[in-house]
């Protein structure tokens, strides 16, 4: 079974950055035969995408919240993915989990909850005014 443990998370105020990592462990496979996302989860609120790295590829999708602050990247060698957040803002106050599934038992262009098979316990990122 794939794990994915989440770190760097903790208390920025607005305006600063964050690098979070994702350390995946157990993997089947070399870790860029794996769709993997960010996703983050505020209290009251469902869990939302952030940002996707392709498995093959260094394509990437990021959603609304984060273009622009967000960058999502992947060290083949180290097994390990990242998000370095920039110019963080109060809403960005969420539970962030990273997210792994196999190239070969994905949907085409993954994006929801359902679609990744794995996940991490998340790291908490607090943004004060």
């Known amino acids: 079974q794939v794990q994915l443990v989440e770190s760097g998370g903790g208390s920025v105020q607005a305006g600063g950055s964050l690098r979070l990592s994702c350390a995946a462990s157990r993997l089947t496979a070399a870790i860029y035969h794996y769709y993997m996302a960010w996703f983050r989860q505020a209290p009251g609120q469902e869990r939302e995408v952030l940002a996707r790295?392709?498995?093959?590829?260094?394509?990437?999708y990021y959603a609304d919240s984060g273009r622009g602050r967000f960058t999502i990247s992947r060290d083949n060698a180290k097994n390990t993915m990242y998000l370095q957040m920039n110019s963080l803002k109060p809403e960005d106050t969420a539970m962030y989990y990273c997210a792994a599934v196999e190239h070969w038992l994905s949907t085409q262009s993954p994006l929801r909850e359902a679609d990744f098979r794995y996940w991490g316990q998340g790291t908490q990122v607090t943004v004060s005014s």
């Open positions: 790295i392709d498995s093959y590829t260094t394509n990437t």
